[in-house]
């Protein structure tokens, strides 16, 4: 049965069994993450169905599928951090799957290889270009958000470190995949003009 009525006064369980408030931060925190990781999925389907157009070229076919595969593996890093966030207990958190430890090293590698292959930047960007490239975009500033949300529960209670520099990681990743989808898709970037 997907319902309990165990929320209906506003109340939800974290991992463990501990019950707090909705609207509590390390609710907000893993929730934010978990919007996060659904905001990464639509952009990994799109990708997916670009990597199957057989009116785009193999090679960037091809791209498009390995960034597919980038953004399922990170969707489940970010599952990880979820899980980890909304664990409050210390011995439940004990037994629970870590974040990997190459997580934040291997998300540098992949923002050192597309924007060693971008252009450089002459303004701040404005999102858009591309449906893909703007979806990156909503993600990224998504993913900000979920970062400012879990430095506020770092203030409260424990945050591993390792957490919160995979978070910042994946912001800057977003950014620089939104940039890369459209030189792959060969269209122009908006820039910032003051007007």
Known sequence: MIYTR????????????QRVLKCSQRVEAYGTVD??????????????EKSK????????????????EQL????????????????????TYSKLTTLDSEATS???????????????LKSFVIPGGSIESAQAHIARTVCRRA???????????PVEESIMNFI??????LFVL?????????????FWNAI
């Open 6 to 17: 165990t929320g209906d006064k506003g109340t939800t369980s974290l991992v463990g069994g």
């Open 35 to 48: 919007e996060l990781n659904s905001h990464i999925g639509m952009l990994a389907e799109m990708l997916y």
């Open 53 to 68: 157009s057989k009116e785009t070229d193999f090679d960037i076919r091809d791209n498009f599928y390995k960034l597919y």
């Open 72 to 91: 399922k593996k990170l969707q489940n890093r970010l599952f990880v951090v979820q899980t980890l966030l909304a664990t409050e207990d210390e011995a």
């Open 106 to 120: 291997e998300t540098e590698k992949l923002i050192d290889n597309m924007d060693g292959l971008l252009p450089k």
């Open 147 to 157: 970062e400012r949300s879990i430095v506020k529960l770092a203030q409260e209670e």
């Open 168 to 173: 910042n990681r994946t912001s800057d990743y």
């Open 178 to 190: 939104s940039r890369f989808i459209l030189v792959l898709e060969n269209k122009k970037e908006n």
